[in-house]
């Protein structure tokens, strides 16, 4: 590798962890699509800007998957990233043959049959279940005077969730929990161990459930199929459990500490929910826009010649959408800096990428939405003065590739109640 490869932007370095916001800001007003580098390791081209992510995961000419693009010899940056990652070969599909690394007509198909079974009436369905579980939750720590929310409100909440949605028994609740955590560490030696043992755990899953169906979507996985009569096979089965239980814990887990944490440093604007509660539908949207984990999108690929934002990008190249930076573009939004609960964004989608745009819009979004519309008013309606329990520049932000989330979310239930601070970790 070359000095001036070295010196290229990576998404995954130490800098832009420490700082991923001003980070971005800088890429993003140098130009709308910049030359770095993915893991140290892969060419990549950076898309900062919201009208260029926008096209990227939104036109054909931009494919998932690198077979996808005729002739190509360019480097599969997911093979790469596995093989420095350690994750073996047999265990590799389960990642690869996903929907997020499929493109029309199996990306097609699989989604079209997973739509069958994840409907907004499916979801909708959920939100009284969805109350009970933060209000219980809730209850088992509203007298402790002080809390860590990630671990006793953000993690349990959307694991408690998926796992019932899927029908994953309560007592292996906690596995799912190591798993997800350790497949998003990222790290060699935790993250193929977490895939290996996740894997073996679905397969299980599976078996039983065709021996002993159940009210869950697990079952109606199984059973669905399309006008065709084609149904998916146990592989493609075990790939999508794997995404949906992962997808649906760990960023909903995330993206509920982040919140929190973002409201509690905005007292005005908690304060206004708290006037007029109408607004927390657009305050979730804000907030995802504001302070989502998910940094950036899966690589795509180039599926032709093309130009973007002024830039010549050849067939084959990876390119990777900044969600964080177009969330953030002033070409976009106005006062993009600031966090309004009552913004009101324009279409498409919910208006911003905090779930992605086109093909492989997020299949989630929706269960995301419901979970922190329902989690958010629970605990400040519980605890109407909930504050920080140390600094906001002391939260420890976990330092993880491409990703924002916190490590623990110290509060004060009640300051009225002399509460000690918990100590920074």
């Known amino acids: 590798m070359s000095t001036d490869a070295l010196d290229l932007p990576d998404v995954m370095s130490d800098t832009m962890m420490k700082d991923p916001y001003r980070g ?147 007592s292996d609740h906690g596995l799912w929990h190591g798993w997800s955590t350790g497949l998003a560490s990222l790290q060699p030696g935790v993250m193929p161990r977490a895939l290996h043992d996740m894997v073996s755990g679905v397969r299980d899953l599976v078996e039983r459930r065709r021996d002993s169906p159940a009210q869950d979507v697990l079952t109606t996985l199984i059973t669905t199929h399309d006008e065709d009569g084609d149904r998916l096979s146990v592989d493609e089965l075990i790939t999508f459990v794997i995404t949906l239980m992962t997808a649906g814990h760990e960023p909903s887990a995330h993206a509920l500490g982040n919140s929190i944490a973002e409201l509690l440093t905005h007292p005005d604007q908690l304060e206004r929910l708290r006037r007029e509660p109408e607004l927390w539908k657009t305050a979730v949207d804000e907030l995802v826009r504001r302070c989502g984990p998910t940094q950036v999108s899966v690589p795509r690929y180039a599926a032709v010649d093309v130009e973007l934002g002024g830039v010549r990008i050849s067939a084959g190249d990876v390119v990777q959408p900044m969600l964080t930076s177009a969330n953030y573009d002033p070409r976009r939004y106005t006062e993009p800096d600031r966090l309004d609960v009552g913004r009101r964004m324009k279409a498409p989608g919910h208006g911003h990428l905090g779930f992605g745009h086109g093909p492989h819009y997020c299949l989630g979004a929706y269960l995301a939405k419901q979970q922190l519309g329902a989690a958010l008013p629970t605990l400040f309606d519980r605890f109407p003065r909930l504050t920080l329990a140390v600094d906001p520049m002391e939260l420890p932000w976990q330092r993880l590739p491409g990703l924002r989330r916190l490590a623990e979310l110290p509060v004060v239930l009640d300051p009225a109640d002399g509460a000690e601070s918990l100590p920074t970790s």
Not at 39 to 62: H, I, K, Q
Not at 66 to 88: N, T
Not at 131 to 144: C, M, P, R, T, Y
Request: proline fraction near 6%; hydrophobic fraction near 40%.
């Open 24 to 170: 971005a800001e800088r890429l993003r007003e140098s130009s709308p699509v910049v030359r770095g580098m993915l893991m140290g390791a892969v060419p990549v081209w950076y898309v900062t800007r919201y009208e260029e992510a926008m096209t990227v995961l939104g036109d054909s000419r931009f494919v998932s998957n690198l077979s996808s693009v005729q002739g190509s010899q360019g480097e599969d940056a997911r093979v790469r990233m596995a093989e420095r990652l350690g994750v073996p070969a047999e265990d590799y599909p389960y990642l690869a043959n996903g929907m997020l690394g499929q493109d029309a007509p199996d990306h097609t198909r699989l989604r079209k049959l997973v739509m069958r079974v994840f409907t907004v009436r499916r979801i909708t369905d959920l939100r009284p279940r969805l109350e009970q579980i933060a209000a219980s939750l809730v209850d088992g720590f509203a007298d402790e005077g002080r809390a860590d929310l990630i671990a006793r409100y953000a993690y349990p909440l959307p694991l408690t969730v998926i796992c019932e949605l899927m029908g994953v028994p309560e």
